[in-house]
T-cell receptor, first 114, second 113 residues
Framework: NAGVMQNPRHLVRRRGQEARLRCSPMKGHSHVYWYRQLPEEGLKFMVY????????ESGMPKERFSAEFPKEGPSILRIQQVVRGDSAAYFCASSPSGLTGELFFGEGSRLTVL | DQQVKQNSPSLSVQEGRISILNCDYT??????FLWYKKYPAEGPTFLIS?????DKNEDGRFTVFLNKSAKHLSLHIVPSQPGDSAVYFC????????????FGKGTLLTVNP
C-alpha cells in the first residue's frame, strides 16, 4: 500500500498524558499536512511541513502541540498534557508539490482523552 | 466564523437519480474549490476541483458548478449509485496558501437502491 500511512489508528490517553501520532507520506511526497476534525465539524488545518522545516503552523494551538518532519522517518504530531477537548480525529495528508490543493489523506488517528 | 458552509447535513436520493450537493462561501479571496468524499473510518479522498476562472468542471458522473457572484458551488452526481453514499466535503483555498484548505462541515449523502 503506497498511500499515506498513519498510526496508531486509535489512541486512548488519560488527561495529562502525552499523545504521539505518526504519519508516513506517500512515496515521493515531501509535503505533509496535519488536519484535525472535531465531532460534527469539518477538517481544520493545523500545520504544514516539508522535510526538516515547519512551513506554516498557524493552525496549531499555541501550547502543548508540536509537529516535526525529520530528515529520516515519519512526521510526528505531539500533544503534551492532553485534555478532553483534544479528543478528535487527526488526519495527515501529503502532496508531491504543494501546488494544487489536491491532498492525499491518510485514514486518520482517532484520539480519545478520558 | 465559518467561511465554507454546507447547510444540508444530509441528503437522500434514489439510485439512478441526480444528487446535488451545495456549498456556500464567504471569503471572496478563495480562488480554488475542491470536493472531497469520505467513507466511515477512512480519510477524505479528492473527487473534483474547479478554479475560480471557470464556472463548470466535469469528470465522468461528477460535475462541479461555480457561481462566483453568488459565492456558491454545487456538486452534481448523475446517475447516483449506492457506492456514492458517503460524506462529501466542500473545501477552498486562496492564492498561495494552497495547502491551507478551509473545509465545510460535510453533507452525508445516502443513495438508496
Amino acid at each position: 500500500n503506497a498511500g499515506v500511512m498513519q498510526n496508531p489508528r486509535h489512541l486512548v490517553r488519560r488527561r495529562g498524558q502525552e499523545a504521539r501520532l505518526r504519519c508516513s507520506p506517500m512515496k515521493g511526497h515531501s509535503h505533509v499536512y496535519w488536519y484535525r476534525q472535531l465531532p460534527e465539524e469539518g477538517l481544520k488545518f493545523m500545520v504544514y511541513l516539508q522535510k526538516e522545516n515547519i512551513i506554516d503552523e498557524s493552525g496549531m494551538p499555541k501550547e502543548r502541540f508540536s509537529a516535526e518532519f525529520p530528515k529520516e522517518g515519519p512526521s510526528i504530531l505531539r500533544i503534551q498534557q492532553v485534555v478532553r477537548g483534544d479528543s478528535a480525529a487527526y488526519f495527515c495528508a501529503s502532496s508531491p508539490s504543494g501546488l494544487t490543493g489536491e491532498l492525499f489523506f491518510g485514514e486518520g488517528s482517532r484520539l480519545t482523552v478520558l | 466564523d465559518q467561511q465554507v458552509k454546507q447547510n444540508s447535513p444530509s441528503l437522500s436520493v434514489q439510485e439512478g437519480r441526480i444528487s446535488i450537493l451545495n456549498c456556500d462561501y464567504t471569503n471572496s479571496m478563495f480562488d480554488y474549490f475542491l470536493w472531497y468524499k469520505k467513507y466511515p473510518a477512512e480519510g477524505p479522498t479528492f473527487l473534483i476541483s474547479i478554479s475560480s476562472i471557470k464556472d463548470k468542471n466535469e469528470d465522468g458522473r461528477f460535475t462541479v458548478f461555480l457561481n462566483k457572484s453568488a459565492k456558491h458551488l454545487s456538486l452534481h452526481i448523475v446517475p447516483s449509485q449506492p457506492g456514492d453514499s458517503a460524506v462529501y466535503f466542500c473545501a477552498a483555498f486562496s492564492g498561495g496558501s494552497n495547502y491551507k484548505l478551509t473545509f465545510g462541515k460535510g453533507t452525508l449523502l445516502t443513495v438508496n437502491p
